[in-house]
């Protein structure tokens, strides 16, 4: 890969293949967005744009576009550590909220 000595072909292949889908997927949550009242889907769909969110991120410090001193919590890039969780914390609440709302 010319430039980027540490990704392989296979690599490159799933971080395309996770973009289009996690882009495919934000813009149906997107379009859905405007058609919800309920907080259940609107942290649903937030899920989903977080998870987005951190493929995008994961992919940039993939290509070393995010280089610089990283801020560690117990040995994690702070940063890695947000984008890889922010999308389950916001399904966990989605689904705490649509079960307390199905009583």
Known sequence: MGSFPLL???IVVFLLVRLVLGAFASFLAI??????RDIAWVLVIAGIL?????TL???????GLFAGADVLVLGVPLGSLI?????????????FF?????K
């Open 8 to 10: 392989s072909d296979a």
């Open 83 to 95: 984008s890889d969780n922010l999308s389950v914390f916001f399904f966990m609440f989605a689904l």
């Open 31 to 36: 379009v859905s967005w405007t058609r919800t």
């Open 98 to 102: 649509h079960i307390r709302s199905n």
């Open 57 to 63: 991120y994961g992919v940039l410090r993939s290509f």
């Open 50 to 54: 977080a998870s987005y969110a951190g």
